[in-house]
């Protein structure tokens, strides 16, 4: 892959927002109030979600990663100063640390409906917030093969990304407990490999036909081809509190994709790993974060995070310069000595015992920067 090729590699992140109201520091209802008067000001770029609490925002297609950390930190502070208007607050974690699913308005769309018939009690606790980063692949079988081996990497993104350590006001023992709430919807998890985009459309095909779902959209997985646009979709973090850490994130997404992309045209290839094995990492994510211990599959021996992740830089490191991403991976390497939102919100918790302080760190986190 050529200098001025990768630098081809456009890039964006969708991110699910918290709408908090500052005095309770509960989440509330906010989005039909937002769409009657915020629509016109963010044009395409804010969205409801599944609930009325919930807010999505998608950044522009952003040329290189300089271009998606300036749109990300502008939306974040716009809708800040929006909701902020209206008496309200956001908050980006994968989970609110107490508020219940039971309170949530569903936001009155077909699509949401349709979800609710179909998953029933499951859709209902669907009270999470995510993150998804998008990078530009137009080759459907290029799409398949990048997909196929940033898998064995899915664990040690979402170990990064971890903010969801609270789940209906106590701390859950997990870093992202939302992936455990996630992972009770079918069609989610890690991809299996596809030998080719014609095998991923017959699959897909056979789950149309069958009328288990009407279109690709209701595949979850962690990584998948997206359905309409020419990207390949990263789904498996939770939403990063600071604006600088989904930026990084995003940024080592690009970096390995772009590596994957690099060893495919000297004619290499990342090994292909069980999904069972994947799995056993994913688990150890989820539990521990930055803090956990991962499998080296090739040794059979189970190594600090933070070993890995400097292994992973270093892998990536040929891509780094031509995409601009130096100061970003730098930054990642720092949260993984520090910890991440998950360890910051159980330091606050764990100081004085009260969830009320975690949500304020929340709010103060999401514009930091911005």
């Known amino acids: 892959m050529h200098m001025n090729e990768l ?10 927002y918290q709408i908090i109201d500052p005095d309770s520091r509960e989440l509330t209802s906010f989005i039909s109030e937002f769409l009657e008067t915020g629509a016109m000001m963010f044009k395409d770029q804010v969205k409801p979600e599944l609930l009325q609490s919930q807010i999505e925002i998608g950044s522009n297609v952003c040329n290189n990663i ?21 008496n309200k607050m956001i908050a980006a974690a994968g989970t609110h640390p107490f508020s219940h699913w039971r309170d949530q308005i569903v936001t009155d769309k077909d699509r949401y ?16 917030f ?3 980063v998008h990078i530009g692949i137009k080759d459907r079988n290029l799409q398949i093969d990048v997909m196929n081996q940033m898998r064995y990497f899915m664990p040690h993104i979402l170990a990064l990304s971890t903010s969801s350590p609270f789940w209906l006001g106590e701390p859950t023992g997990f870093k992202s407990y939302r992936s455990i709430i996630f992972e009770d919807l079918p069609r989610t998890g890690i991809p299996e490999n596809f030998e080719s985009h014609h095998q991923y459309d017959e699959y897909v095909d056979t789950l149309i036909k069958s009328n288990t779902i009407t279109d690709p959209s209701k595949i979850w ?4 081809p997206h359905h309409t646009f020419p990207t390949l979709e990263f ?6 509190t600071k604006a600088d850490e989904a930026v990084s994130i995003a940024a080592l997404i690009q970096a390995l994709v772009a590596k994957m992309i690099q060893l495919r045209l000297k004619n290499q290839t990342w090994r292909k790993y069980r999904g069972s094995l994947i799995n056993e990492n994913k688990w150890r994510a989820i539990k521990g974060g930055v803090n956990s211990s991962l499998i080296d599959f090739g040794n059979h021996q189970e190594i600090p995070f933070i070993d890995l992740f400097d292994e992973m830089l270093d892998f990536v490191d040929d891509v780094v310069e031509p995409l601009g991403s130096r100061k970003y991976l730098d930054y990642l390497r720092d949260m993984v000595k520090n910890g991440t939102s998950s360890d910051r919100q159980l330091e606050i918790y ?11 760190s929340l709010i103060s986190e999401t514009l930091e920067g911005c």
């Open 221 to 224: 997985w962690d990584i998948r």
């Open 130 to 132: 995510g993150m998804h």
């Open 350 to 360: 764990n100081k004085n015992k009260n969830i009320h302080d975690v949500v304020d």
């Open 235 to 240: 789904r498996i973090c939770d939403c990063c």
């Open 113 to 128: 409906h349709g979800l609710f018939n179909s998953m029933q009690y499951v859709a209902k606790r669907l009270l999470i």
């Open 7 to 16: 630098k081809n590699l456009t890039i964006g992140i969708e991110e699910e």
């Open 66 to 86: 300089e271009e998606l950390d300036n749109d990300i930190k502008s939306i974040r502070y716009k809708l800040g100063d929006f909701v902020r208007q209206n």
